[in-house]
């Protein structure tokens, strides 16, 4: 069955530094997205992607913040200078078109420590 | 901001007893999923209700969505140890490139 890969698992970074968090989205899909989850809080909207661009991002996803669909199969999200606030896991997801559109499938994610 | 609101947030219950949890909004979404969350891992997708008053069975799990698209429950009939999990709805606008809105899940104990 087709799923959605993230890599890396876990991420170690110093504050400060830039992080990049890819994904391999499901070979058909057309949509693509970040969301992230605080430890012991709900899973977050960060950023759609469509058509090679930003579709909708929330108030999170400020400008430390970037996507880019470098090549036909990877998703990529930048965390340009790391804080502290940004540990969290991310996951990355995917959906189809036509009736598969509401059903996101989502990644393992990356588990991001800033220090 | 839409919300979604899931209760209980915690339930411990016994094997082989029956259980619901709830979504609820006060707003109206186009679709709603249900996902089953493990500890340090990602949301697995276990249902999408689009139609107001659909109801959808996934062997022991019944889902059904509300007629006015703002309310979800989930039904588990003779929980068994392997259902304890985190419990996730998540909201969909129409349009598959929108945002879908998580409650904070219901942490569900099936005590053998």
């Known amino acids: 069955e087709p799923e959605v890969t993230q890599t890396p698992s876990h991420q170690v970074t110093q504050m400060g530094q830039e992080v990049i968090l890819r994904c391999v989205p499901i070979s058909n899909h057309l949509y693509f997205y970040w969301y992230r989850q605080i430890l012991g809080q709900k899973v977050e909207f960060l950023v759609s992607f469509y058509n090679n661009e930003i579709s909708e991002k929330s108030e999170i996803f400020d400008d430390q913040f970037s996507v880019e669909r470098p090549d036909g199969s990877n998703f990529t999200l930048k965390i340009r200078s790391t804080k502290l606030e940004d540990s969290a896991m991310y996951f990355c997801a995917s959906s189809g078109w036509g009736s598969e559109q509401e059903t996101q499938y989502f990644g393992p994610g990356t588990r991001l420590l800033v220090l | ?112």
């Open chain 2, 1 to 112: 901001t839409q919300l979604l609101e899931q209760s209980p947030q915690f339930l411990s219950i016994q094997e082989g007893e029956n259980l619901t949890v709830y979504c609820n909004s006060s707003s109206v979404f186009s679709s709603l999923q249900w996902y089953r969350q493990e500890p340090g891992e990602g949301p697995v997708l276990l249902v999408t209700v689009v139609t107001g008053g659909e109801v959808k069975k996934l062997k022991r799990l019944t889902f059904q969505f509300g007629d006015a698209r703002k309310d979800s429950s989930l039904h588990i009939t003779a929980a068994q140890p392997g259902d304890t999990g985190l419990y996730l709805c998540a909201g969909g606008n129409s349009g598959g490139y929108q945002k879908v809105t998580f409650g904070i899940g219901t942490k569900l104990q099936v005590i053998p």
